[in-house]
């Protein structure tokens, strides 16, 4: 059985920074991509940032440059060290892995919770 647990959402003024992490346990390999997504009120959920096995990455034209991407894989861990916040970021943040037969972003992928992220002044 997998699981994401995802922590370090909150509330920060326009500006600042939050680092988001996603802690993997069960069968969950550094060969897995991994990723996250987010979904603001009433909107579709959409891909901010992805991590392959080798660490190549991949993000959102709206984060590029600000949101930053990284997996340790010791620790089944992957991080989203988010800066120059913006209040459209704010939204609900969620880790994905992809799993042997569904890739990132499927419905029957392994998915966290979810975290809130709000920026607002």
């Known amino acids: 059985q997998v699981q994401l647990v995802e922590s370090g959402g909150g509330l920060v003024q326009p500006g600042g920074s939050l680092r988001l992490s996603c802690a993997a346990s069960?069968?969950?390999?550094?060969?897995?991509?991994m990723g996250w997504f987010r979904q603001a009120p009433g909107k579709q959920r959409e891909l901010v940032a992805a991590?392959?096995?080798?660490?190549?990455?991949n993000y959102a034209d709206s984060v590029k440059g600000r949101f930053t991407i990284s997996r340790d894989n010791a620790k089944n861990t992957v991080y989203l060290q988010m800066n120059s916040l913006k209040p459209e970021d704010t939204a609900v943040y969620y880790c994905?892995?992809?799993?042997?037969?569904?890739?990132?972003?499927?419905?029957?992928?392994?998915w966290g919770q979810g975290t809130q992220v709000t920026v607002s002044s």
């Open positions: 994905n892995a992809e799993t042997s037969d569904y890739g990132l972003g499927s419905e029957h992928a392994y």
């Open positions: 069960g069968s969950i390999f550094s060969s897995n991509t």
């Open positions: 991590i392959f096995s080798r660490g190549s990455t």
